[in-house]
């Protein structure tokens, strides 16, 4: 079981970073003078029309869904009996914020021909809670010999 | 020693034991199973509800050139200058005619700037090349390539027959990736031709590289006062961002100029 405490670990330590990019891209979508950027291309992201969706700046979905992904991650460590349905929601929530990172990405490369290193590296962020609630089912799978999965130390 | 003997030696009750076990975890399994297949699940109603509220966003509204063209009409004009030249606010624009954010400017805030300050005397316009979107690719300034520098120079030839807005608009309305081959000589002309100016005339303004020397000074002195990127204004000689509040932050700021305040960055 201690594969399962790491990958939670994981998930926790990846929603921080998560939260502290989203909170910083919302930030400078208020006050674009604040934009620090390394690829010269943030500007052009940050304006254009795919960073907001009916108003709503798109950083304020991402960061809503790594705060989901902390309270997840906090869920589990406190309440071992509930870890099922709490990674089948954070499973659910990672494939779509997944899919919705990896069209983003697309949009940046072949729409609005700029690259912002703080979307990227938001993306790498979701992609590595993605790949990680993978690991957490298959660590449940490998655990369904055990009669009671539950996260312990060893 | 065979397993089936081994198995054979197996006391009654511990092989019930070893198949109840088997059947919990087959049990277990199955759960997992569904959870996971409840997560896809939902996964896809979450991925169909970011399309559904995205998809019914698509990005800015289309460009009408006839209404765009229209928007200028009985507004005095002089070359690359827009309003009353006795207007009490000027307001410089850097753009470039490639890049997107000045597009969104364009079609989506400056109406409002033209139709609330430069119509009513406040503000006058004035629009200064600021071409940078072809240096992305190292594209040199002088070379024909550089459609930024192109369509500068193209908007200027325009200027001299005081057709630089409705121009500038339909440079704005054909605009597509960035150093795409857009704006190629022979739709810079087309352009004109379809605005049906003295197109002899601009052609050979085009064709001489007449304008060439003058956008690059003016994007020389653009960047000698602090311009970093496009669309960058000034107000009354203070230079101010483009920011997402668009045309609110600017009527804020053409405000405060009017009031004689100094204009906030």
């Known amino acids: ?154 | 020693m065979s397993e089936t003997n081994s198995r054979k030696r197996q006391p009654k009750s511990q092989r019930r034991s070893t198949r109840q076990a088997s059947a919990r975890k087959r049990a277990r399994q199955r759960t997992l199973l569904i959870w996971a297949g409840g997560a896809i699940g939902l996964a896809v109603i979450l991925i169909l509800g970011l399309v559904f509220i995205t998809g019914d966003d698509d990005g800015e509204p289309e460009t009408n050139p006839a209404e765009s063209v229209a928007l200028y009409q009985d507004i005095q004009s002089d070359g690359r200058f827009l309003g009353d030249p006795e207007a009490p606010v000027e307001f410089v624009i850097y753009s470039d005619f490639q890049c997107p954010v000045c597009k969104r400017f364009d079609t989506q805030d400056f109406p409002a700037v033209i139709d609330n300050f430069v119509k009513t005397g406040d503000v006058r316009v004035e629009w200064r090349p600021m071409p940078i979107i072809s240096g992305f690719e190292d594209i040199p300034l002088e070379d024909p390539d550089n459609e930024s520098v192109q369509a500068a120079e193209a908007a200027m030839c325009a200027a001299d027959q005081d057709q630089f807005w409705p121009y500038s608009e339909a440079l704005f309305t054909a605009q597509g990736a960035e150093n795409s081959s857009t704006y190629t000589d022979e739709m810079l002309k087309q352009t004109a031709l379809d605005l049906e100016l003295d197109t002899e005339a601009f052609n050979t303004c085009l064709d001489s590289g007449e304008k060439q020397r003058k956008v690059l000074d003016l994007r020389q002195d653009g960047l000698d006062r602090g311009v970093k990127g496009t669309p960058t204004f000034l107000i009354n000689d203070q230079l101010v961002s483009y920011t997402r509040e668009g045309f609110d932050r600017l009527e804020q700021q053409f405000n405060d100029a009017l009031d004689g305040k100094l204009v906030e960055k």
């Open chain 1, 1 to 154: 079981m201690i594969q399962l405490r790491r990958l939670i670990a994981a998930s926790f330590l990846l929603s921080v970073v998560g939260i502290v990019i989203g909170s910083y891209l919302i930030w400078v979508h208020y006050d674009i003078d604040a934009l620090v950027c390394g690829t010269g291309g943030c500007e052009a992201v940050q304006l254009s029309e795919y960073a907001t969706v009916r108003d709503i700046p798109v950083a304020i979905f991402g960061t809503a869904m790594y705060v989901t992904m902390l309270l997840l991650a906090m869920g589990r460590m406190i309440f071992p009996a509930s870890q099922l349905p709490l990674s089948a929601l954070g499973l659910a929530i990672t494939i779509a914020a997944f899919a919705y990172s990896a069209w983003l990405t697309w949009l940046e490369l072949f729409e609005i021909d700029a690259i912002c290193q703080w979307c990227v590296g938001s993306a790498i962020v979701t992609t590595l809670l993605f790949a990680i609630e993978i690991l957490v089912f298959r660590a449940l799978w490998l655990a369904m010999g055990d009669d009671v999965v539950v996260i312990s130390p060893e």
